[in-house]
């Protein structure tokens, strides 16, 4: 057993509490998320954060349960975390956060990460299930068309790459982000979110996010205007004659990644149309299913882009004016830039052969030095990366989704507010991964809104 | 080399910026003078607006550019213009107006004219696009252009003007056509396998340094008449990159010695269906 080992397993000193504020995680175990982020706590000498599995939480709610029972439960199982393959008994931390007394000493209040829900199957299914008992849309328009009702959702079998009711699954996981937020204010008062849960439920819909930074003097594409409700393919084509916009993004609200999004183009003088997309569709007994390719498609039948925009906006959709991104040879590229405590950290020049830039597939990514932006345009992404963040003064960290424009004054625009969008690879700040520069602000800076 | 790129934006074209003002600012500046290469990328909504905006201006203001060697009309990128989309116009007095042109690049093909193409100086001419007319084709094999030592061609497919057949590109495989090429592509074809079987044993083949059968179609079928010509032996160099070869074909590449590139190589699609790469 190494010191460390040793000094993580011994009762934590009632001086020591008081130097370090708990951070509960909730997330799903064992990812690369969580992993990734105990390895850091550890490596720069903090507690591991207490894991609150999403499927636990979901799945004791749906039992009538609370937060709190869930999060009881992880303490009495004594919340073993498994770092490198070792045990990592979390308990002599984790009493902290089930101790109710502490909560009036003002450095014992636990801090909240929510992390990213996907990726685990349990839990898109409780989510799902959770956006069909939370559903007051009513049943018109087609809207709930592609709506899985709330008996089948527990018991639904994966496809792989399939897309299940978006809207749905997007009404489930506000509903638990709300849920979390009432919940734990109400079990720890002075509880404090790094990322407040109804801000990641505005950076959650690009419609509403793109809205906010627009109204925080934030640069972001041209949302398409339009009197009317854009619901269907012939709404977008009218809309977007209306505004002589010929190149839009039409993009899943609640997507994340290149899921769902779609390049989008009609030439005004031969009225050919182009949608270029990795959202793949395929007709099973008289319906169109829809689910995400690795590869991108590109569409060019009026049939089938109006099956795409459809769907698409019938399960609701941001659309954008399609900007031209700067380029670096025959690439375009955006950046990731993550941000935290206020600063900029990590960067990720992300270049493509094609529109889409976030499709993890084939897409070269490099270091901003790499890919010889000079500093005049890296002051530029982070000063506006850091404008979008400043605009949710209520959260502490995202990575943010930047463009360059070409011509001859390039401007900043923001594409893109991910609150979970700290897991970058093979790039360090400051000599540090993402999780460890983050957990290293915190330390240095314990975390206050106020 | 002093190059220099002009480009009109989305947000410059709204805002009333013109390719032509930006020609006449360039003519006005005394580097002008001294200007080898001038790229012209997006005019601004290349879809709707052709050269035509201010080809005029760049012809008055031609002896602004006594230097000029290398002219590029439409160097833009997807995010700017789909290729098949740019529109294009009569180039033709592009070229007498600069005499002492050494390269002359297009990129887009719609509505693109070159007649008659006649220059006694031009050593590289190359047309990007994702169909070439065979209108175009037929002007280029009557072509006068005798210091012609690279010929680039991106052929393309039917969908985006592509309307010949390899009855088209047949005479531009004759040899003594252009006496100094030494560089021929017929590249990005849909027909890339006829192209490859017909440039095999062309007798152009004679004079030239490289082949470019890249960006196409190719498969194995094209790729047999290739390895098995010896005057494809005697190539500086082949470029097959972008290609539908099978990983037999590439080992015997491999084992050929033939200077030859093969990455990039692609998987035909559920249907079976191979597409050049700029129609991707």
């Avoid at chain 1, 008289?286 to 995400?292: C, E, L, R, S, T």
């Amino acid at each position: 057993m190494t010191e460390m080992e040793e000094n993580l397993q011994s009762p934590v000193k009632d001086s020591d509490m008081t130097l370090e504020q708990p951070l509960l995680l909730i997330g799903n175990p064992n990812n690369r998320r969580t992993l990734g982020l105990q390895e850091a706590r550890q490596r720069i000498g903090l507690q591991p954060a207490l894991v609150l599995p999403y499927d636990r939480l979901l799945k004791t709610w749906r039992r009538g349960g609370t937060m709190a029972d869930a999060v009881q439960q992880c303490l009495e199982g004594r919340g073993t975390t498994h770092v490198k393959g070792e045990p990592w008994i979390s308990s002599p931390a984790s009493i902290l956060y089930a101790n109710h007394d502490l909560v009036h000493g003002v450095n014992s209040v636990p801090l909240i990460r929510l992390d990213a829900p996907g990726e685990e199957w349990e839990v898109e299914r409780e989510l799902l299930f959770l956006g069909a008992v939370n559903d007051v849309s009513p049943l018109i328009d087609g809207l709930s068309a592609g709506m899985i009702p709330a008996e089948q959702t527990l018991t639904l079998e994966q496809e792989w790459g399939r897309i299940y009711a978006p809207n749905q699954w997007f009404r489930g996981w506000k509903a638990c982000l709300e849920r979390i937020r009432h919940e734990a204010l109400e079990y720890w008062p002075n509880a404090r979110f790094m990322n407040d849960p109804h801000d990641i439920a505005i950076m959650f819909d690009k419609r509403k996010c793109q809205q906010h930074l627009s109204a925080h003097s934030v640069h972001v594409p041209p949302t398409l205007q339009s009197s009317e409700p854009i619901r269907n393919y012939a709404d977008l084509r009218t809309a977007m004659k209306t505004a002589g916009m010929n190149r839009v993004f039409v993009k899943l609200a609640c997507g994340s990644g290149a899921s769902g999004v779609v390049a989008y183009q009609i030439n005004p003088r031969t009225g050919a149309e182009i949608a270029i997309t990795t959202v793949g569709m395929e007709r099973v007994q008289g319906k169109v299913i829809f689910y995400n390719e690795g590869r991108l498609r590109k569409y060019t039948h009026t049939s089938e882009i109006s099956a795409l925009m459809d769907w698409l906006c019938a399960e609701g959709a941001q659309i954008e004016r399609w900007m031209a991104k700067a380029s670096l040879g025959s690439s375009v590229f955006d950046i990731r830039q993550l941000v935290a405590g206020g600063q900029a950290g990590h960067a990720i020049v992300r270049l493509s052969q094609t529109p889409i830039t976030n499709l993890h597939l084939r897409n070269e990514r490099l270091l901003p030095a790499e890919a010889g932006l000079d500093e005049q345009q890296m002051d530029r992404v982070q000063t506006t990366a850091k404008a979008a963040m400043a605009a949710f003064p209520n959260s502490w960290s995202a990575g943010i989704d930047v463009m360059l424009s070409g011509g001859t004054e390039p401007r900043a625009y923001i594409l893109d507010v991910n609150p979970f969008g700290d897991l970058l690879y093979r790039v360090q700040h400051n000599g540090l991964g993402t999780y460890e520069w983050q957990m290293e602000l915190l330390r240095k800076e314990p975390y206050n809104h106020d | 080399m002093q190059e220099v790129k002009l480009t009109v934006s989305y947000d410059d074209y709204e805002n009333g910026i013109r390719m032509e003002t930006l020609i006449r600012e360039l003519a006005a500046k005394p580097e002008a003078g001294s200007l080898e290469s001038l790229i012209i990328g997006d005019w601004g909504q290349a879809y709707e607006n052709s050269p035509d905006e201010f080809m005029g201006t760049l012809i008055e203001l031609a002896p602004s550019f006594p230097s000029l060697k290398k002219l590029f009309i439409g160097d833009m990128g997807f995010e700017e213009c789909e290729v098949s989309w740019i529109i294009q116009t009569d180039l033709t007095p592009l070229l007498a107006a600069f005499p002492e042109l050494k390269s002359f690049s297009v990129k887009g093909s719609s509505g693109l004219s070159l007649e008659p193409i006649e220059h006694a100086k031009l050593e590289e001419l190359i047309i990007i696009c994702g169909g070439l007319p065979k209108s175009v084709l037929a002007s280029i094999a009557r072509a006068k252009l005798p210091e012609l030592r690279k010929l680039e061609l991106y052929l393309g497919v039917d969908d985006y003007g592509f309307d010949g057949s390899l009855q088209d590109v047949l005479p531009l495989l004759e040899q003594g056509l252009f006496p100094k090429l030494v560089y021929l592509g017929l590249k990005d074809s849909e027909i890339q396998d006829e192209i490859a079987k017909a440039a095999a044993e062309a007798p152009i083949l004679d004079q030239l340094e490289i082949l470019d059968l890249s960006e196409g179609t190719l498969s194995d079928e094209g790729a047999e008449a290739l390895l098995a010509s010896d005057k494809i032996k005697k190539l500086k160099h082949l470029n097959l990159s972008y290609h539908y070869m099978t990983d037999d074909m590439l080992i015997r590449w491999k084992r050929s010695g033939i200077p030859v590139d093969v990455s990039e190589q692609q998987q035909s699609d559920e249907d079976d269906w191979r597409y050049p790469s700029l129609t991707e």
